[in-house]
Structure formats: structure tokens, C-alpha cells
């Protein structure tokens, strides 16, 4: 079935068992919210360590940044490689096949963000 089909027919689509009444509400199960979108457009350029990304992320709490990495590595956004030969423990965070072809969308996302801040708000240089 094509997609064209789809969108005539307007079919219920479930992901993670709930429902959702159009394929924008699906996308948003798995990359709305504050944080999701945010991760991953860090991870656009290449793997990162947990670290890596709470200096990038200065906003995100340690607990915040922990369970979206779960739920987006739960929903194959996101790989998480654990390196265990040589002390210490190493965790490397990247995108997966499935979430790069999310990258054009993130990408225009974050220019329209900064659309959005030059009518509707403020740069901050500090």
C-alpha cells in the first residue's frame, strides 16, 4: 500500500500499544518532548559519551538525560555500546540506521528554532 493510500484511508496506528489518530501523533511518541529531539540532533555529528552530552545538554538533570537515552534506545533511535576490556567502563551513544533518516527533520527543526528566537525571543552570549 502506498502512502497516498494510507493517508486516504486514515488508518488508527499503534505504537508502543496506544493508538494515535494520524502519523504526526506516532512521530511524536517517540521524539516529542523537551528532551528527545534535543539528544539526538547532538548526536547528528557522531557518537558521544554520556558525558559529552551532559556538557552539551547543560539543562538536562543526570535523571532526565538517563531515561530518554533508555526510551530512545528502547524505540532504536539511538545504539548505546558499552566498551569493558579496560577499566574504566566506556558508554558511546549513536545514532541508529532508523533515526538518520530523522536527521534532514531535526536538522530543519533547530532552523526554524532560530527563526523562532530572533522574531520571538533573544540571544544570550555569555
Known sequence: MDKNEIYKKRPMIKLHEKLFPCPTSAAMELIGGKWKSVILIHLIGGKKRYN??????????????????????????????????????????????????????????????????????EFIFE
Open 52 to 121: 559529552e552530552l551532559r556538557k552539551e545538554i547543560p539543562t538536562i538533570t543526570e535523571r532526565t538525560l538517563s531515561l530518554q537515552l533508555k526510551q530512545l534506545e528502547k524505540d532504536d533511535l539511538i545504539s548505546r555500546k558499552v566498551f569493558t576490556k579496560t577499566p574504566p567502563l566506556k558508554v558511546e551513544y549513536s545514532l541508529t540506521d532508523f533515526s538518520k533518516s530523522l536527521v534532514p527533520v531535526l536538522q530543519v527543526i533547530s532552523e526554524w528554532g532560530l527563526f523562532a528566537a530572533e522574531e520571538k525571543g
